[in-house]
């Protein structure tokens, strides 16, 4: 019932999100307060993220949680 | 940066939909094969949910997890 493919596509939609702002994955990281490392993770879709983090992301990115998932497919 | 209010408004948007397919906390949870105490906390807004067990609730519900967080006001 659960799709292993969740964190990778989104992943990819918030680095897409990323890179429209023209920021460095530090710089993002910075600019939220999350650890480089941790935010590299995620955006491999290697982390599965809880709302609450998921939600510092898309505000960091000025998008909304629910657009942010429907770009990812979801 | 982050809001605390988000699970409690998600728990919201999931009890409107499972109370729209007119069943009992603990038939969906059964349906869905979560523990019914874990479902329940859901739904009142005590936990931090991560992604993918919040998509077994929405493909449970039959909505898309960006409709579900949409409904929820995020």
Same mark, same amino acid.
């Given at each position: 019932m659960e799709d292993a493919t969740l964190p990778?596509?989104?992943?990819? $939609? &918030?680095?897409a999100r990323r890179q429209g702002l023209? %920021?460095?994955q530090e710089d993002f990281?910075?600019?939220?307060?999350m650890h480089r490392?941790?935010?590299s $993770? &995620?955006?491999?879709?290697?982390r599965?993220?809880? %709302?609450?983090?998921l939600e510092r992301v898309s505000t960091g990115l000025g998008v909304s949680l629910?657009?942010?998932?429907?770009e990812a497919g979801f």
């Open positions: 990778k596509k989104l992943g990819m $939609a &918030i680095r023209k %920021l460095s990281a910075d600019h939220i307060g490392a941790y935010y $993770a &995620i955006e491999r879709g290697e599965n993220l809880t %709302l609450v983090t629910s657009m942010l998932l429907a």
